[in-house]
């Protein structure tokens, strides 16, 4: 009988249970996949290293792919208790430590794996110098995205680290908590990496079937509650965000060592109280989603790579979910696989809250206020506040939001007598800039219409100096940057040739942020136009 023999099993019986194994592989049917190596571990316990060393790698493999990641690592540990240099084992553990952002313990895995021979030499290699540039990016936040979108968004999405950069959960002045800027920093520079505990995504032909939502919501709600029940940080970390109903005292400022990978502790598994779905809060957990929830095509949002099918992207981002609402906001996030980029659209001072728009902030007041109380809140943000008091301009602002939500109001008209209404109020650039955006549809209709330019235009400011004014006012956005570049194209007050460029190129940065390179900024900028004509098929 062979050494590998067990609990009765000859050789012919282990290549049976092989076989098995193999064939539950292919089905990637992982629980049943982890039975078979769970029968060859206790086999090979006391016989042959070999074999049980593979089949704890194997094992530790198929855990991870269950969520049981505490139960993977100790896999790994024991096989190589066993054999400190088993190749299998040894990519498994540093797959494992990868996943949970741990890429300096990863690659240690990774390089001891790199003299065990040809075997498996060449992946530790790679995922080795992807572990070095990941650990880079999880310090400093430095991302680049060219070569991706040079390819067209071709190919698998890059992989991101999570990143928490120079902000702080604190209290807000408007009420509750708030992400706080610890420095200043400038337009474009990445403030956090967040990946989602999960994503629903699906493909609804008519946007305004809510039957076809709701199977994209269930779906999304059942892979939170997964990912709560075989994580404990994840619950711990959902637990943290707010449910809507609790008094602004009873909600907790975290600590921001919660939102790191390392905050982790990976030698215990399961702690009390968690590992059961019986054992989570489902309805705190429901009512959280309910009010924490990101869109993947929010007003505040690029979604990169989309290859045009998905309509429908919904999430939940832990530390971007602590983001207020602001109608002058200063950030705006970016969606790569299943990572949101939260970037400055803006500069933003050291000690000044860092805000998003939570709906579209290119409306009239009247209709900002509609979406607010939706959301069950009042915004009150200095352009709000701007809007609802200044005595010179707030009747024309009613005036004009009126003929704007009534329709048939000759845009060009409207567009000259709130240019002239400032202009003889001697308005500050700062709000001039709040009630472009407050008009925006109003100057792109006009802008967009030849016959209203024709007509209208020489009283009116140019389109790129209108883009340039507006993206002060909301940090920038795509239809903003299609309007910069179309008025651009046209050279119309927008100064010289480098002039214009820099300008672009700033409109670009803050609608994307620093996460690519200028040539596959243009190649951005190309899509962004391109879209421009689409819509206007």
Same mark, same amino acid.
């Given at each position: ?246 008094? $602004?005292? +009873?909600? /907790? &400022?975290?600590?921001?060592? #919660?939102?790191?990978? %390392?905050? =982790?502790?990976?030698?215990? !598994? ?116 701007? $809007?609802? +008091?200044? /005595? &010179?301009?707030?009747?024309? #602002?009613?005036?004009? %939001?009126? =003929?704007?939500?009534?329709? !048939? ?129």
């Amino acid at each position: 009988m062979a050494a590998a023999a067990m609990d009765g099993l000859d050789e012919e019986s282990l290549q049976e249970l092989r076989s098995q194994a193999t064939r539950l592989l292919l089905k990637e049917d992982w629980e049943g996949y982890a039975a078979v190596c769970s029968r060859i571990v206790r086999g090979a316990a006391a016989t042959d290293r070999r074999v049980l060393c593979s089949a704890l790698a194997h094992r530790a493999d198929a855990r991870a792919r269950l969520g049981d990641r505490p139960g993977a690592l100790a896999d790994c540990d024991a096989a190589l208790a066993a054999d400190p240099a088993h190749p299998a084992a040894l990519l498994a553990k540093g797959a494992l430590l990868r996943g949970l952002g741990r890429y300096a313990l990863a690659a240690d895995c990774f390089r001891a794996a790199l003299p065990a021979g040809a075997s498996g030499a060449d992946e530790a290699r790679e995922m080795l110098d992807q572990c070095r540039r990941l650990e880079a990016q999880a310090r400093s936040g430095a991302v680049d995205l060219s070569d991706w979108v040079l390819a067209g968004f071709s190919g698998k999405c890059p992989d991101l680290a999570e990143f928490v950069g120079p902000v702080e959960v604190r209290r807000s002045a408007h009420g509750g908590r708030g992400v706080f800027a610890l420095k200043s920093v400038e337009a474009g520079a990445v403030l956090m990496i967040s990946k989602a505990v999960a994503t629903g995504r699906g493909v609804i032909p008519d946007a305004a079937d809510s039957d076809e939502k709701m199977v994209v919501w269930k779906d999304f709600v059942d892979k939170v509650l997964d990912a709560a029940e075989r994580c404990p940080r994840t619950a711990s970390l959902i637990y943290t965000l707010s449910t809507g109903e609790e008094q $602004e005292e +009873e909600l /907790a &400022v975290p600590d921001m060592a #919660l939102f790191k990978p %390392e905050s =982790e502790d990976l030698s215990d !598994g399961v702690q009390a109280g968690i590992g059961t779905r019986e054992a989570l809060d489902v309805d705190r957990i429901m009512k959280v989603l309910d009010v924490n929830c990101l869109t993947e095509d929010a007003p505040s949002a690029n979604l990169l790579g989309n290859s045009g099918i998905v309509n429908c992207g919904v999430g939940l981002w832990i530390l971007p979910s602590f983001l207020n609402h602001s109608c002058h906001p200063n950030a705006r996030r970016t969606h790569v696989g299943d990572h949101a980029i939260v970037h400055a659209s803006r500069d933003i001072k050291a000690g000044e809250e860092v805000t998003f728009p939570y709906f579209d902030v290119l409306t009239p007041a009247g209709k900002r206020r509609e979406a607010a109380r939706a959301w069950e809140f009042e915004c009150r943000c200095d352009r709000c506040r701007f $809007e609802a +008091e200044d /005595a &010179v301009l707030r009747q024309e #602002l009613v005036r004009s %939001e009126n =003929e704007l939500v009534n329709g !048939g109001a000759d845009m060009g008209a409207l567009v000259v007598r709130l240019e002239d209404k400032m202009r003889k109020s001697m308005v500050k650039e700062k709000r001039k800039a709040f009630v472009r955006a407050s008009f925006w549809s109003a100057y792109s209709s006009l802008f967009d219409n030849g016959r209203l330019m024709r007509k209208w235009g020489r009283k009116v400011p140019g389109e790129a100096v209108v883009a340039e004014s507006v993206a002060g006012a909301v940090g920038g956005g795509e239809s903003v940057l299609r309007a910069m570049l179309r008025g651009a194209n046209e050279g119309n007050g927008c100064g010289n040739r480098l002039e214009v460029e820099d300008k672009v190129v700033r409109i670009g940065r803050a609608t994307y942020g620093k996460v690519v390179k200028r040539q596959a900024m243009r190649a951005l900028f190309r899509l962004t136009l391109e879209s421009d004509n689409c819509k206007s098929l």
